[in-house]
């Protein structure tokens, strides 16, 4: 079952492109989240809404721009991208109810490449 | 600031051995939560195990085991009877309790199960 979605699977573009990421979680959670994983790297988290609204930005350039229309969907838009920007990315849910046993889901992430 | 530290990059086990894979963690927090995802080459992180940091007792889940030691802040993941499938990214993470659910991660341990 999977409870957590991601479109594209893959995604190549150029430096000048414009490009949206799309998640969509079907498990009835509050929170979603975006992470960036680059090779050889820890995961890093990019943003995180709870409720539809944007609890934290951790210092992201402005070339991504989220967006969280409902609990159920998340984008990360995309524009003028760097090739250092090429990486998995990674959508997450969780019930965001703020206890420590919150656990977060995980989509197949978006393997981006830009060139 | 929370850490996670995996000093394995690479394990291998034979298939139907018990495999431990390090973590050790470093907070100043009281209430804090440990979490393992493992991940495949798909991509897709999927969540294995959570220890609380007040449970008394070490989480199980079917194969999977959490050995954890409080003192000593660490958080190894046991894995018995070890099948191919279990080849994959293992990380250990942590929840960050400054942020909102704000995970950490470890850099991760690749695993190989050879038949």
């Known amino acids: 079952e999977t409870g957590v979605t991601q479109t594209p699977r893959h995604l190549v573009m150029g430096m000048t492109n414009k490009k949206s990421l799309k998640c969509e979680q079907h498990l009835g959670h509050n929170a979603m989240y975006w992470y960036k994983q680059s090779a050889k790297k820890p995961l890093e988290l990019m943003f995180v809404y709870s409720l539809e609204e944007r609890v934290e930005n951790n210092s992201v350039p402005s070339r991504f721009s989220p967006e969280c229309p409902n609990s159920s969907h998340l984008f990360l838009h995309l524009h003028t991208l760097q090739p250092e920007d090429s990486a998995l990315y990674l959508c997450?849910?969780?019930?965001?109810?703020?206890?420590?046993?919150?656990?977060?889901?995980f989509g197949p992430g978006t393997r981006l490449t830009v060139l | 600031a929370q850490k996670i530290t995996q000093t394995q990059p690479g394990m291998f086990v034979q298939e139907k051995e018990a495999v431990t894979l390090d973590c050790t963690y470093d907070?100043?927090?009281?209430?804090?939560?440990l979490f393992w995802y493992k991940q495949p080459s798909s991509g897709e992180m999927i969540f294995l195990i959570y220890q609380g940091s007040y449970d008394e007792q070490n989480a199980t889940e079917g194969r999977y085991s959490l050995n954890f030691q409080k003192a000593r802040k660490s958080a190894n993941l046991v894995i018995s009877a070890s099948q191919l499938g279990d080849s994959a990214m293992y990380f250990c993470a942590m929840r960050d309790e400054t942020g909102f659910q704000k995970l950490v991660f470890g850099t991760g341990t690749r695993l190989l199960v050879s038949p």
């Open positions: 997450a849910s969780s019930q965001g109810v703020g206890a420590s046993t919150d656990t977060q889901y």
């Open positions: 907070t100043s927090d009281q209430s804090y939560g």
